[in-house]
């Protein structure tokens, strides 16, 4: 395989270039390219081969697939890929530009008690401007915590939920300044289903162990996430929007600009993504699987206490 570094500088990631069926076929290639995901956590394909085929046959190297829980995204022909547009969709005002198709840093899923170990992203409609998918390591980032920040968050617990409303409602989306413009077509249906107690709230460690390396991840993900368990709102509320700031610092960031014949894999469980929008009036596309897994440290809350 032709096994790159992905960024000048850059701590996590790597690039295969001209990956296609025949070498997944290897087992030999496929065990490679399962100890590339844990140790970089990110992996862009390119110049490879780059169709909805090679895309869920590479995906079911990393795992079983698995179908999203939001069924509105689904691909109307293939429910393996979970379909995100930008331009026909939401359109918020982010920092004063109109965006569509704009996603705020999180983790996939996390709002379930088993959340997806990864998935891969096709680009199936390029905008002429913008689209980016930035992402940012968990690990990196718990290393990159001062000592005392460290030994506060070794043992809490965080709550997080799909809200009902628009991502203007989340608390914990450092430096951004969100207005919602227009929802999505299918937010009534979604909202019906919070408002019957389809997505229950759930609680996910602080920081956990990944199990092959040994490595901390500081596991919060800012979208979805609702208080600390056992804190008080004040106190909760300060320590999130800290860690929320320091996960999502620029400097950690890499922003893919996507390129025709791209394909990205994600670690789910240790890299945050953000879908950076396109601008009013472009549309984007973009298929997703997703790799199937439990980490087995998430669980539904079953009764939530009183916030102090
Ligand atoms: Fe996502």
Request: with cysteine; charged share 25%; proline share 5%.
């Amino acid at each position: 395989m032709d096994v790159r570094e992905l960024a000048p500088g850059l701590a996590f990631g790597r690039r295969i270039v001209g990956l296609t069926a025949a070498d997944i076929a290897d087992e030999a290639i496929v065990r490679e390219l399962n100890a590339l995901w844990v140790a970089h956590g990110l992996i862009v394909f390119a110049d490879g081969q780059c169709d909805p085929d090679f895309q869920v046959a590479l995906s079911r190297c990393f795992g079983e697939l698995q179908v999203h829980a939001v069924k509105e995204m689904l691909h109307p022909d293939r429910d393996e890929l979970f379909v995100a547009k930008g331009g026909d969709g939401a359109l918020y005002e982010v920092n004063g530009e109109l965006l569509g198709g704009y996603i705020p840093w999180h983790s996939d899923q996390v709002f379930t008690a088993e959340t997806n170990h990864g998935g891969i992203l096709r680009v199936a409609q390029r905008p002429a401007k913008g689209g980016n998918t930035a992402f940012v390591d968990q690990i990196e980032a718990y290393e990159a915590l001062p000592d005392h920040l460290k030994a506060q968050v070794e043992d809490l617990e965080v709550v997080y939920r799909l809200k009902p409303g628009s991502i203007t409602n989340f608390k914990f989306l450092p430096r951004q300044r969100i207005n919602m413009i227009r929802t999505n077509p299918f937010q009534d249906q979604v909202e019906a289903r919070i408002a019957a107690g389809a997505y229950p709230p759930v609680v996910h460690p602080l920081v956990f162990t990944q199990a092959e390396t040994g490595r901390k991840v500081l596991n919060l993900s800012p979208m979805f996430a609702d208080y600390i368990l056992g804190m008080s709102a004040r106190e909760s509320d300060a320590l999130l929007t800290t860690l929320a700031a320091h996960l999502t610092d620029e400097a950690r960031v890499y922003d893919h600009c996507w390129q025709a014949g791209d394909m990205v894999l994600w670690d789910n469980w240790r890299m945050l993504h953000c879908a950076r929008g396109v601008p009013d009036g472009m549309y984007r596309e973009v298929h997703r699987t997703s790799i199937a897994g439990d980490y087995a440290l998430g669980r539904v809350l079953m009764e939530e206490p009183a916030l102090l």
